[in-house]
């Protein structure tokens, strides 16, 4: 099965930019894209984006996300890469990526997840 290994989160401050990596091994041809989610103990998963593989079709929660949040993927290296800009302390929560057989919101339809990375934003 597809191992999906989240890296680059850490503490920041409160306006600095972080680039998040989701390295992939193993992909089968179910996992024909990749989202990225974020949880803060307590609350649901929360849907940030999701790109496929092949055409590099990018969909992007209907929030303030949106603008901030930006999806992007190096097949070389199967890798996909969510960079998050101004950040602020609401953005402090594990983010995980995870595999899915379509592009989509829908969180049920990510059968594949990986261990999640914190991030931690300071004011």
């Known amino acids: 099965q597809e191992q999906l290994v989240e890296s680059g989160g850490g503490l920041v401050q409160a306006g600095d930019s972080l680039r998040l990596s989701c390295a992939a091994s193993?992909?089968?041809?179910?996992?024909?894209?990749l989202g990225w989610f974020r949880q803060v103990p307590g609350k649901e998963r929360e849907f940030l984006a999701s790109?496929?593989?092949?055409?590099?079709?990018?969909?992007y929660a209907d929030s303030s996300v949106k603008g901030r949040f930006t999806i992007s993927r190096d097949n070389a290296k199967n890798t996909v890469y969510l960079q998050i800009n101004r950040l602020n302390p609401e953005d402090t929560a594990v983010y995980y990526c995870?595999?899915?057989?379509?592009?989509?919101?829908?969180?049920?339809?990510?059968?594949?997840w990986g261990q999640g990375t914190q991030v931690t934003v300071s004011s």
């Open positions: 790109i496929t593989w092949s055409s590099g079709i990018a969909l």
């Open positions: 193993g992909r089968t041809v179910s996992s024909y894209a």
């Open positions: 995870a595999a899915a057989p379509t592009v989509t919101r829908i969180t049920n339809l990510y059968n594949n």
